[in-house]
């Protein structure tokens, strides 16, 4: 049992139980079935006596209801476990956060209504598990360089701590990367569950990081997560060495999205300040700052999953961003963007004089 030495913590945040994510419907594919991590994760479902349907066939369906909104509802209470596609194992670069990205899920048991998911997935948002994970792990190795430290982020379609209790695969990734020399394995998440993390032989090549934001957007906008200090004690166990009883992990926080909200300068300062009471020891520890954005696929299916949302998806208010592929963002304008940068940066810097800044974007 790990007794972890607790930060004082601000009267204005609230620390809860570690929040779980209990599906009300649990679906194996045929495929899924065939796989020995298939079969562990069948065991670890049963273990909590949830409802499991095994299908006859490798297709999702009765998941769309008779709204958008009820779909989303059908789907948010659904696990699905299946097998990664073919196409999957073909794998993207993501900068600036890692040189490549992975996949051991697709979906997020979490309603945050400005989900970066919204537009990026096809179909009904059902959290989707592959049962392949070995296979998966696998063809990481073809992406190492053998003379280069090489960055995987495995947390761009998923949560995998918001689902770790139900298939241990999170752990699995640690592990592998372990072992390798110079792979390095990057998660982020908004949930807490971080106990069964603490003893994996990681040697280092695992950054554990966690989404962080001030309260009235956390408490608005971030439904079915955990809270901001619970998720940051989450992170001060992963990062307290293991003389400490804590994980040892290099750790970081991603404070995203920034909105320059009413009064926006207090409310991050009381969250900064909250980080730096949790973290009030040396640690290997990062920082990145992502500002709000959306795009116009992103906002109209926002709008179908949350069509009360007061979240603020005013173009007009906005500047226009365009990739290199023509596709359009809308972003804050520069003025806007050069205070809240320069608000950050020189708040991390003065509390935080070891921490490192990744990126502002």
């Known amino acids: 049992m790990h007794v972890i ?12 139980k570690p929040r779980l994510w209990m599906p009300e419907r649990v679906l194996f594919t045929p495929a899924a079935l065939e796989e020995s991590y298939g079969q562990k994760i069948l065991e670890r479902v049963e273990s909590l006596n949830l409802p499991v349907e095994k299908l006859s066939r490798n297709r999702l369906t009765n998941l769309r209801g008779e709204s958008d909104r009820e779909t989303y ?25 890692a040189d490549w990205q992975f996949h051991i899920a697709e979906g997020c048991p979490a309603h945050c209504q400005y989900c970066y998911l919204a537009g990026s997935l096809q179909g009904p948002p059902v ?7 070995p296979q998966i792990l696998e063809n990481l190795s073809a992406y190492l360089l053998p003379d280069k430290t090489t960055s995987f982020e495995v947390s761009c379609y998923t949560d995998p701590l918001g689902i770790e209790h139900l298939t241990g695969s999170l752990s699995e990734c640690i592990r592998y990367f ?11 998440s908004k949930f807490d569950q971080v106990d069964e993390l603490l003893d994996l032989p990681h040697n280092g090549h695992t950054r ?20 901001v200090a619970s998720r940051l004690q989450a992170l001060r166990k992963l990062a307290l060495p293991r003389t400490q ?27 900064l300040d909250s980080m730096s009471e949790a973290l009030d020891f040396e640690c290997d520890l990062t920082f990145e700052l992502i500002s709000h954005r959306f795009t116009p696929g992103s906002k109209e299916v926002l709008q179908t999953w949350y069509p009360q949302s007061k979240l603020d998806m005013d173009e007009a208010t906005r500047s226009v961003k365009r990739n290199k592929f023509g596709g359009t963002k809308y972003v804050y304008d520069a003025d806007t963007m050069k205070k809240l940068r320069r608000f950050f940066e020189d708040e991390i810097t003065k509390r935080f004089p070891q921490g490192r800044i990744l990126y502002w974007t």
């Open 178 to 188: 372990g072992t390798t020399e110079n792979g390095h394995l990057r998660w982020v």
């Open 127 to 133: 959290i989707r598990v592959f049962a392949n994970l």
């Open 5 to 16: 030495p607790t930060a004082k913590t601000s009267s204005h945040l609230e620390v809860r």
């Open 245 to 271: 009883g804590g994980g040892g992990y290099p750790v970081g926080l991603v404070i995203a999205p920034i909105m320059p909200i009413d009064n926006w300068t207090e409310h991050y300062t009381h969250l």
């Open 208 to 227: 554990c990081r966690t989404s962080v934001n001030a309260a009235p957007v956390s408490s608005r906008f971030e439904g079915g997560t955990a809270s």
């Open 73 to 97: 509802n059908i789907s948010k209470r659904t696990l699905a476990v299946v097998t990664a596609p073919p196409s999957s194992f073909k794998l993207s670069p993501i900068p600036p956060s």
